[in-house]
């Protein structure tokens, strides 16, 4: 099945450090979620983007939603260890309950 | 309040035996979701439920893979005969029809050997 390009694909950083992820499709969605997977569990969702161009900030993270809404940003600043883990972008036509499209996944290390 | 919840959590089996995982999702949430995920990837889905009807089953190998919801709310996914292809993790998750969150289990994870 379709998945998206995330970039990039891993990601080893010291503590402290700032991050930025992007998500990119050949199709436009018209909704962008950010997820964050740890070990051994289901992915959790992180921010939820609804139109073009916006920018929405949960704590250390922002997220963007491209103006071609074929592409999607994720930053997370000044970066503790709790955020490793693998982080995933997805894309869906509509809102409500149409299926996510995953992207490929970004895992972070964080580096001692 | 629980989440959305899995069993098992891991399965070891061998090629051609059959498995079965279950999901008990969200309480009141009527859109439950089946995801393979498969090593390095991201989840994709197999099938959507609202209330007990199927609603998109158009990325299930329907040869071989199956799933109920008898009575919308707990569901089963099932492999027979079960393929080495299949090893990935299986993920449950619901949804609200008035919210906007996705809720996924931990997932169960199966290896065929």
């Known amino acids: 099945g379709q998945q998206l390009n995330q970039s990039p694909q891993s990601m080893f950083i010291q503590e402290g450090e700032d991050v930025s992820m992007n998500c990119t499709s050949s199709?436009?969605?018209?909704?962008w979620l950010w997820y964050k997977q740890d070990p051994g569990e289901g992915p959790v969702l992180l921010i939820a983007l609804y139109k073009a161009g916006e920018l929405t900030s949960n704590g250390r993270l922002t997220a963007q939603f491209g103006i071609t809404r074929k592409d999607s940003f994720l930053n997370i600043s000044a970066s503790i260890p709790s955020d490793v883990g693998i982080y995933f972008c997805a894309g869906q036509v509509n809102f409500g309950n149409e299926k996510l499209t995953f992207g490929t996944g970004t895992r972070l290390t964080i580096i001692p | 309040e629980a989440g959305v919840v899995q069993s098992p959590r891991y399965k070891i089996i061998e090629k051609k035996q059959p498995v079965a995982f279950w999901c008990n999702p969200i309480s009141g949430h009527n859109t439950l979701y089946w995801y393979r995920q498969n090593l390095g990837q991201g989840p994709e889905l197999l099938i959507r439920y609202e209330n007990e009807e199927a609603v998109d089953d158009s990325q299930l190998p329907k040869d071989r893979f199956s799933a109920e919801r008898l009575k919308g709310v707990d569901s089963t996914l099932k492999i027979q005969p079960a393929e080495l292809g299949d090893s990935a993790v299986y993920l449950c998750a619901s949804r609200q029809d008035s919210g906007n969150t996705i809720y996924f289990g931990e997932g169960s994870w199966l290896t065929v050997v």
């Open positions: 199709s436009i969605f018209n909704t």
